[in-house]
T-cell receptor, first 120, second 114 residues
Framework: NAGVMQNPRHLVRRRGQEARLRCSPMKGHSHVYWYRQLPEEGLKFMVYLQKENIIDESGMPKERFSAEFPKEGPSILRIQQVVRGDSAAYFC??????????????????FGPGTRLTVL | AQSVAQPEDQVNVAEGNPLTVKCTYSVSGNPYLFWYVQYPNRGLQFLLKYITGDNLVKGSYGFEAEFNKSQTSFHLKKPSALVSDSALYFCAVRDGSNTGKLIFGQGTTLQVKP
């Protein structure tokens, strides 16, 4: 069972370009979370999606950022008109369920290797 | 609002010595706590979690953590450190909503010297 996959692993964009980051969750997982890690900082929650639905986007910047998780295919985090401040590592995590089920690993989030975005 | 604090940016320990990486939390309701490890240019790997039950939680690679409700702490420990344990460690608490999102501490760099 492959883990969470993210691509590309490294992405370089010039200011004003668009960045598309892809995340394929673990097989059977329908809950996807995106986190951002700015240099010298911890991870910050961005958005939580469940197949075809955005459940919580409270951590997403209001402009230029969007996310989707279509019925078929990977989850996409899209950043339009990138700026230097968008340079960061973007991590995706997936889980089987969102709620706590004591005694099981169902709610555990498995992380992908991340996409490191550099904006020139 | 839920929050997590890791008071030390870096912890240095000699190989073979015990190590402790500190974490304190603030939650409303039951705390669901996690430790993750990040090696350079890699994603996060799950180490252990506290949901309910015994205060001493055992996890991967010989790590354990002690949940202390009165001190609102969840310190990560290992009896004998290895050089290969050198990495960035994150404590996290589950958000109080039902979404499952995690709130992370700033991270603590563990440096184990031979």
């Amino acid at each position: 069972n492959a883990g969470v996959m993210q691509n590309p692993r490294h992405l370089v964009r010039r200011r004003g370009q668009e960045a598309r980051l892809r995340c394929s969750p673990m097989k059977g997982h329908s809950h996807v979370y995106w986190y951002r890690q700015l240099p010298e900082e911890g991870l910050k929650f961005m958005v939580y999606l469940q197949k075809e639905n955005i459940i919580d986007e409270s951590g997403m910047p209001k402009e230029r950022f969007s996310a989707e998780f279509p019925k078929e295919g990977p989850s996409i985090l899209r950043i339009q008109q990138v700026v230097r401040g968008d340079s960061a590592a973007y991590f995706c995590a997936s889980s089987l369920v969102a709620g706590i089920v004591p005694g099981t690993d169902y709610n555990e989030q498995f992380f992908g290797p991340g996409t490191r975005l550099t904006v020139l | 609002a839920q929050s997590v604090a890791q008071p030390e940016d870096q912890v240095n320990v000699a190989e073979g010595n015990p190590l402790t990486v500190k974490c304190t939390y603030s939650v409303s309701g039951n705390p669901y706590l996690f430790w993750y490890v990040q090696y350079p240019n890699r994603g996060l790997q799950f180490l252990l979690k506290y949901i309910t039950g015994d205060n001493l939680v055992k996890g991967s690679y010989g790590f354990e953590a002690e949940f202390n409700k009165s001190q609102t702490s969840f310190h990560l420990k290992k009896p004998s450190a290895l050089v290969s344990d050198s990495a960035l460690y994150f404590c996290a608490v589950r958000d109080g909503s039902n979404t499952g999102k995690l709130i992370f501490g700033q991270g603590t760099t563990l440096q184990v010297k031979p």
